[in-house]
């Protein structure tokens, strides 16, 4: 009933930028927060950036000063611009959205994108 589909994934040299999108479709009421979470080799998933309906923002801290989260809200689309990347920000980078669906207007899901990879290397 939903989807999110993540695309701006790729290889870039340290120092280097990349731009992330990710775009809900479906039978969709309401958007609630968004955000971006990342998952390296052999390590747990951690929540990189996340933003409101209402736009405020919050970020770990390694990534702070370097990443932008924004989203369009007619579009139903998050962002998140990585400037300055770092070999350790190699991971397999995931949107997540909590939404309402027209059926089911009272009650907010949580749905995941299938993730798309982003390799920082020289």
């Known amino acids: 009933q939903v989807q999110l589909v993540e695309s701006g994934g790729g290889l870039v040299q340290p120092g280097g930028s990349l731009r992330l999108s990710c775009a809900a479709s479906?039978?969709?009421?309401?958007?609630?927060?968004m955000g971006w979470y990342r998952q390296a080799p052999g390590k747990q998933r951690e929540l990189v950036a996340a933003?409101?309906?209402?736009?405020?923002?919050n970020y770990t801290d390694s990534v702070k000063g370097r990443f932008t989260i924004s989203r369009d809200n007619a579009k139903n689309t998050v962002y998140l611009q990585m400037n300055s990347l770092k070999p350790e920000d190699t991971a397999v980078y995931y949107c997540?959205?909590?939404?309402?669906?027209?059926?089911?207007?009272?009650?907010?899901?949580?749905?995941w994108g299938q993730g798309t990879q982003v390799t920082v290397s020289s």
């Open positions: 997540n959205a909590d939404i309402t669906i027209t059926t089911m207007r009272k009650r907010v899901n949580n749905y």
């Open positions: 479906g039978s969709i009421f309401s958007i609630y927060a």
């Open positions: 933003i409101t309906s209402g736009g405020s923002t």
